[in-house]
Each structure stands twice: as structure tokens, then as C-alpha cells.
Nanobody, 118 residues
Framework: VQLQAFGGGLVQTGGSLRLSCTASGSTYYVFKMGWFRQAPGKEREFVAH????????LLSDSVRGRFRISRDKAKNTGYLQMNSLNPEDTAVYYC????????????WGQGTLVTVSS
């Protein structure tokens, strides 16, 4: 399985962006897809995940109520809708998948940069 993320960019405070992550290859074995982010000088942190069947969406406390995770299984694509963005959301966002690995994320896409200006 390979992952490719799209959708980053520059947005003003209060704005919205939607990130996409398209999976290719043996997507039959994908258990869940997650989003992580890493801000400059900080460790990577969990943002959200959803099972590939579409159930059990989970968002971190820092984004709950502002972000929404979803997936379109027919398109092999996961989405992270980000609303009410603020400068603290500035980071490189990564999508990741658990492929025949239980709860562990073992496949990672390239990052996409999200910059929120004040």
C-alpha cells in the first residue's frame, strides 16, 4: 500500500482546508487511516483516525469540534476537513495507514504543509 497526501496550503486564521490521502495497492488490507502532524520544533502528534470501514472516528482534544475525518472507500481516499484553523494548527500533516498491523501505523504518506497565518 502506498499513500499520497494532498491539500495543504496557506490559509488565514478562521479559514478551512481539506486534506486528502489516496491509497493505492493492496487497500483490501487497510484497517484504519490516521492523520498526524508535526509543527516546527515539536514532536509528531496524533490528530485523527478512522477505520477503513468508516467506523470509530477519533479526533484529538486539540482538534475535536473543528476537524472532521472521513473516508470514501470507493475512491480509496481519506479526508481531513479542517475548519476554524488557527496558527497553532500550522504543521506538516501526514496520513498513515495500518495495513495488516493491528493498531500500528506501518505505512506513511509524504507530508503536506499547512500554514495558518494570523
Amino acid at each position: 500500500v502506498q499513500l499520497q497526501a494532498f491539500g495543504g496550503g496557506l490559509v488565514q486564521t478562521g479559514g478551512s482546508l481539506r486534506l486528502s490521502c489516496t491509497a493505492s495497492g493492496s487497500t483490501y488490507y487497510v484497517f484504519k487511516m490516521g492523520w498526524f502532524r508535526q509543527a516546527p520544533g515539536k514532536e509528531r502528534e496524533f490528530v485523527a483516525h478512522i477505520t477503513w470501514t468508516g467506523g470509530s472516528p477519533l479526533l484529538s482534544d486539540s482538534v475535536r469540534g473543528r476537524f472532521r475525518i472521513s473516508r470514501d472507500k470507493a475512491k480509496n481516499t481519506g479526508y481531513l476537513q479542517m475548519n476554524s484553523l488557527n496558527p497553532e494548527d500550522t504543521a506538516v500533516y501526514y496520513c498513515a495507514a495500518s495495513v495488516r498491523a493491528g493498531n500500528m501505523y506501518n505505512v506513511w504518506g509524504q507530508g503536506t504543509l499547512v500554514t495558518v497565518s494570523s
